[in-house]
């Protein structure tokens, strides 16, 4: 299925190609969704190779619920990076809309705010599901399956760059909104998931200090 820029099932390389073309979808926004993905991922393959292993079975309920929801959060993340290209592309639709006249006017500037909000929700979205792969990583630390504990600092930092990125994407759109009640609550919501940047690298710290003994 394809949502303007990113076929769900497509293979990494044609995605890849599609971000690189220059067509403005997929871009930053689905390249911060992926990013999420690819954490997310990391997280739920520490927890494959943890459940089961007699040495971690205290921790095993732990990881059965952390894969639970870090299977989700994957799901999410790539459906968000589809879904980020089409409120782009809501965006650079709206601006073509005629202003010959007073009433044209009006009613593009109404729909470039309206798509701005939903191109400013994408990517809030995308920072709320980065900052619950991250708490996912840093729950699952001390009981990671040590072959693997790498992976887990590795799956903190692409979403702490998700986080990044989808902070970034939130920002600009913000910038071009007009009403400032709706852009101070977007801006609170935002800095409650941007908090988890710091946990994702204190958790990098962590796992390095651990393997670097």
């Known amino acids: ?49 943890t459940i089961g292993k007699p040495r971690y079975a205290e921790h095993e309920p732990l990881m059965r619920r952390v894969l639970a929801s870090v299977t989700d959060l994957r799901a999410q993340a790539v459906q968000l990076a589809a879904d980020d290209a089409v409120a782009f592309s809501a965006v650079t639709d709206a601006y073509k809309l005629p202003k010959d006249t007073d009433a044209d006017k009006a009613a593009r500037t109404e729909a470039i705010q309206a798509a701005l909000i939903g191109a400013a929700d994408v990517p809030l979205r995308t920072a709320a599901v980065a900052a619950a792969i991250i708490g996912h990583a840093e729950q699952i630390i001390d009981g990671a399956n040590v072959n693997v504990l790498s992976d887990v600092a590795v799956a903190a930092a692409s979403a702490r760059a998700a986080l990044d990125s989808a902070v970034i994407n939130v920002e600009i759109n913000l910038g071009a909104m007009k009403d400032a009640a709706q852009r101070d609550s977007l801006r609170t919501e935002l800095a409650k998931h941007a908090a988890a940047i710091d946990t994702a690298t204190a958790v990098v710290s962590a796992v390095r200090e651990r393997i670097n003994g």
């Open 1 to 49: 299925m394809r949502g303007h820029g990113i076929v769900l099932d497509q293979t990494v390389g044609s995605w890849l190609d599609d971000l690189a073309s220059e067509a403005p979808a997929p871009g930053g926004g689905a390249a911060a969704a992926m990013n999420a993905a690819v954490g997310a991922g990391l997280v739920a393959m520490v927890c494959n190779l």
